[in-house]
């Protein structure tokens, strides 16, 4: 089984960082890539980062600059530095990753239960 547990949110005043981290238990799965999405209130859910198992990153434009991400030794830590933060990047945020059986050629998605991001004017 795959199960996803997502830290570091929290409240954060404008201008400020945020490092948030999802570690995933995987058994007899390999992961195929890790990313984040986010859902702002009002609006639907966005893609916001990943990481694939080669080690390329994709980062949204309308953070690009702003957030990074990792992972750790083990790959399966993902990692999602947030600087200079927006009351715009309100939201909650998403752990998100691609893992299959190999051989099997059919991948599953998973998601973690969302971490609340707050920032303040």
């Known amino acids: 089984q795959v199960q996803l547990v997502e830290s570091g949110g929290g409240l954060v005043q404008a201008g400020g960082s945020l490092r948030l981290s999802c570690a995933a238990s995987?058994?007899?799965?390999?992961?195929?890539?890790m990313g984040w999405y986010r859902q702002c209130p009002g609006k639907q859910r966005e893609f916001v980062g990943r990481i694939s198992a080669d080690g390329s990153t994709n980062i949204a434009d309308s953070v690009k600059g702003r957030f990074t991400m990792s992972r750790d030794a083990t790959n399966n830590t993902v990692h999602l530095q947030m600087n200079s933060l927006k009351a715009e990047d309100t939201a909650v945020y998403y752990c998100?990753?691609?893992?299959?059986?190999?051989?099997?050629?059919?991948?599953?998605?998973?998601w973690g239960q969302g971490t609340q991001v707050t920032v303040s004017s």
């Open positions: 995987v058994r007899s799965f390999s992961i195929r890539a």
């Open positions: 998100n990753i691609r893992s299959a059986r190999p051989p099997a050629p059919a991948e599953s998605v998973h």
